[in-house]
T-cell receptor, first 116, second 117 residues
Framework: EAGVAQSPRYKIIEKRQSVAFWCNPI?????LYWYQQILGQGPKLLIQ????????DSQLPKDRFSAERLKGVDSTLKIQPAKLEDSAVYLC??????????????FGPGTRLLVL | AQSVSQHNHHVILSEAASLELGCNYS??????LFWYVQYPGQHLQLLLK??????LVKGIKGFEAEFIKSKFSFNLRKPSVQWSDTAEYFC???????????????FGGGTRVLVKP
């Protein structure tokens, strides 16, 4: 089966610019996750969707980050305006059901963002 | 809030050596426990998981992990590593929300393992 797709793979922007990332989860997967992984750290959950509804966005910096999942399939994550500390790999993952504490998450290749 | 500690940031060892990576978590209730692995140039993927039952869990590629509830630990082991085990390993533990759908995984900081041929 096709895996989780993400684009772009790499992005370099200047601070205060905006950027958007796209994710296409595995077909049929109900839950979609966006993680931020800063160099040398583990992935940190930014936002979690079940179908097209948000179930957790407690760690999303809402003054600059936004995300949506239209029609419960693809998702976009946007940063506007970007700061230097946003430099990280942004990972998208999906899981089949609606119990994230038990489900296997399938990760995409990530988007590596560098903010100059 | 749940916290996950992986004690070693970097491990270097030779082929055929034994590997043990430590993972400790803070929440003491019933937990599901995961180890994920990222091989060079590949996606993060599940290595093994524990839900209940036998505290010794077998995963892919000869890995196993032992859940010790009294120590809040879920250490990963492999008796004899290969060069292809070079990767970054992440322990992950759920943080529970009000509803099951609000549960989420908290990842440790990862351990980079380099196996010398």
């Amino acid at each position: 089966e096709a895996g989780v797709a993400q684009s772009p793979r790499y992005k370099i922007i200047e601070k205060r610019q905006s950027v958007a990332f796209w994710c296409n989860p595995i077909s049929g997967h109900a839950t979609l996750y966006w993680y931020q992984q800063i160099l040398g750290q583990g992935p940190k959950l930014l936002i979690q969707f079940q179908n097209n509804g948000v179930v957790d966005d407690s760690q999303l910096p809402k003054d600059r980050f936004s995300a949506e999942r239209l029609k419960g399939v693809d998702s976009t994550l946007k940063i506007q305006p970007a700061k230097l500390e946003d430099s990280a790999v942004y990972l998208c993952a999906s899981s089949l059901g609606a119990a994230p504490s038990q489900e296997t998450q399938y990760f995409g290749p990530g988007t590596r963002l560098l903010v100059l | 809030a749940q916290s996950v500690s992986q004690h070693n940031h970097h491990v270097i060892l030779s082929e055929a050596a034994s590997l043990e990576l430590g993972c400790n978590y803070s929440y003491g209730g019933t937990v599901n426990l995961f180890w994920y692995v990222q091989y060079p140039g590949q996606h993060l993927q599940l290595l093994l998981k524990y839900f209940s039952g036998d505290p010794l869990v077998k995963g892919i590629k000869g890995f196993e992990a032992e859940f010790i509830k009294s120590k809040f630990s879920f250490n990963l082991r492999k008796p004899s590593v290969q060069w292809s085990d070079t990767a970054e390993y992440f322990c992950a533990v759920p943080t529970f929300g009000i509803k099951a759908a609000g549960n989420k995984l908290t990842f440790g900081g990862g351990t980079r393992v380099l196996v010398k041929p």
